[in-house]
């Protein structure tokens, strides 16, 4: 039974406590000399978009893209020791990611809207990444629209892991953008609502099976295992 299980990171898998907006302003700092009006609006976006709106509710024009990755690549490596300290591994997450990362047949990746370098910067300031592999993700840099993301996790797993096609893939996530990938792209979901949008929120949103947080090792792993026999 194979599977590609492809995990959110923020709010998700950790609590990253403000430094994740504290990144989008130094590094928009760093690129527009002075700080931004307001913080960066995020839930679920990736780091182009983000980015993109930032400059744009300045009155800034975009710079290009490769200057604002390069800027919070920067940004993010500053504080990850910021973020070891002050965030935290949500409950349950590491014990799930250990269950999995033994299942031979499975991948077990990250669908997140950051770029690849502060993804790892996150998931290794609370020692998840063994547990991940993180070369078959998707991340910020690789698309603009979340949903257009999980094209590419999958590619880079046929090609590097040899995944085949009809393998189901499993988003793990806790917005509602989330859930619209995952519709959008015939995928399954798992809405946790360990982040600001409430279980009723991810349900309206289209999700079908929604869980309080990933405590339940078991329940998890159960819900994982169904759709891989399907």
């Known amino acids: 039974m194979e599977l590609m299980v492809l995990w959110d990171i923020d709010h998700t898998l950790i609590e990253n406590a403000g430094v994740s907006k504290e990144i989008y302003a130094a590094a928009f700092t760093a690129l527009a000399g002075r700080a931004p009006v307001g913080p960066a609006r995020t839930e679920g976006r990736t780091d182009r978009l983000i980015m993109r709106d930032m400059f744009q509710r300045n009155g800034l024009a975009e710079p290009d893209w490769t200057a604002v990755e390069g800027a919070l690549s920067d940004a993010g490596e500053a504080r990850r020791q910021d973020l070891s300290r002050r965030g935290a591994a949500l409950p349950g997450v590491r014990e799930v990611l250990k269950e999995v990362s033994v299942r031979s047949s499975w991948v077990s990746s990250v669908l997140t809207g950051n770029i690849a370098d502060n993804a790892r910067v996150k998931v290794a300031a609370f020692g998840l990444d063994p547990l991940l592999d993180l070369a078959v993700g998707a991340y910020g840099a690789d698309a603009v629209q979340r949903p257009d993301l999980v094209a590419v996790a999958w590619e880079r797993a046929r090609r590097l ?10 988003l793990v996530g806790d917005t509602p953008r989330d859930v619209e990938a995952a519709l959008a792209t015939g995928s399954e979901i798992i ?6 949008h409430s279980t009723e929120e991810l349900a309206d949103a289209g999700a079908r099976m929604v869980l309080p947080d990933l405590i339940d090792t078991g329940r998890v792993l159960g819900i994982l295992d169904a759709i891989a026999a399907r």
């Open 191 to 196: 809405a946790v609502a360990s982040g600001v």
């Open 161 to 170: 892991r040899g995944a085949r096609d009809g393998v189901p893939v499993v």
